[in-house]
C-alpha cells in the first residue's frame, strides 16, 4: 500500500534541546529514525523529514533524506505535517504516517500498521495505536493516556483518567489486594500509543480547527478531531515500543542500547 512517511525534527526541544542531532552509536537520532522508517520497505522518496532548523536540515541532507524547511512557530507536530503535505502538493486521499524524530527504537512494522488500520477504514480520518494495560500503577497515572473504543475499533475518548471507570472492579481493588484484583480485569484498559496516520484531506481540516476546551482540559491534542466530529481508528497490539527520547536520562539509555546491541552482534 503507497503511503507518506514524515518525521517532524524539531531543534528546540524545552528538556533536550538539539535532540535530533544527539548521536546515538556515532549517528544522530534523526537518522536512526530515518532508518526504522526505511525499515517499513515503503521507497525513500515517500519518506521526509521535517525541521524548523538548518543544522537538522543539513545534517539530514547530508545522509541522504528527503528534507523540507517548515515553519519554526507551529504549535504541533500535526500542523508540520499538514504545511509539508501542502508543500508537496499530496492529494486529499493520500495517507501520512508521522512518525515522531525522537523515536530511534520504533518497529517498522507498527508504521504499517497505522498506514494499513486507516487505509481499512473509510470512516476514519486518522489511525493510531493502543495496548492492553497489565499495571495498575499505569491505570491511576495521568503520564499514561487511556484511549475507549467502540465496537468498530473506532475511538470514544482519550483520557489521562482511569477509563473506563469498572465501578465494581475500583470497589473491589479499594477493599481488597490491588495487585490480585486487577489480574482479572487487563482487557478493561488501553493504553493509548502516540502514533498517527492521517488522510491529507484531514490535516488540512485540522490546522484549521480550534483548541477543544476537552483538548486544553486534558493537554491531549487528539481531542480536538474527536470533538470536531473526526473519527479516529485505533488498531490493537499487545505491547508498547519502547519509550522515546524525552530527556537526557532517555538518551543515555537509548545509547546503551545500541551499544549493547553492538556487542551481542560482534
Not at 59 to 76: K, R
Not at 175 to 186: G, K
Not at 207 to 233: N, T
Request: charged share 20%.
Amino acid at each position: 500500500m503507497s503511503y507518506k512517511i514524515v518525521i517532524p525534527a524539531r531543534y528546540g526541544s524545552s528538556r533536550l534541546p538539539g535532540k535530533p542531532l544527539a548521536l546515538i552509536n556515532g549517528r544522530p537520532m534523526v537518522w536512526h529514525v530515518w532508518q526504522r522508517a526505511l525499515e517499513t520497505g515503503i521507497p525513500s522518496v515517500d519518506i521526509w523529514v521535517a525541521t524548523d532548523d538548518q543544522r537538522i536540515y543539513d545534517a539530514a541532507t547530508a545522509f541522504g533524506a528527503n528534507v523540507v524547511m517548515t515553519d519554526v512557530n507551529h504549535s504541533c507536530g500535526t500542523d508540520r505535517l499538514a504545511e509539508v503535505a501542502k508543500l508537496q502538493g499530496w492529494a486529499d486521499k493520500e495517507i501520512v504516517v508521522n512518525v515522531q524524530g525522537d523515536e530511534p527504537l520504533l518497529p517498522a512494522h507498527l508504521i504499517q500498521l497505522a498506514a494499513d488500520t486507516l487505509a481499512a477504514d473509510r470512516e476514519s480520518g486518522i489511525a493510531t495505536l493502543a495496548c492492553p494495560i497489565v499495571d495498575f500503577e499505569q491505570v491511576m497515572a495521568p503520564q499514561c493516556v487511556k484511549v475507549v473504543t467502540n465496537a468498530a475499533g473506532q475511538a470514544l475518548y482519550f483520557s489521562r483518567a482511569p477509563i473506563p471507570w469498572d465501578r465494581d472492579k475500583f470497589a473491589q481493588l479499594q477493599s481488597t489486594n490491588a495487585e490480585v484484583a486487577f489480574t482479572s480485569t487487563t482487557t478493561s484498559w488501553l493504553r493509548h500509543i502516540g502514533l498517527y496516520a492521517y488522510k491529507v484531506s484531514t490535516l488540512m481540516s485540522l490546522s484549521d480547527l480550534p483548541v477543544s476546551p476537552v483538548e486544553q482540559l486534558e493537554s491531549l491534542e487528539q481531542l480536538r478531531a474527536l470533538w470536531h466530529g473526526i473519527k479516529i481508528a485505533v488498531a490493537r497490539v499487545e505491547q508498547a515500543p519502547p519509550h522515546g527520547v524525552d530527556t537526557s536520562e532517555d538518551l543515555a539509555r537509548i545509547q546503551q542500547h545500541f551499544e549493547s546491541e553492538i556487542q551481542t552482534t560482534y
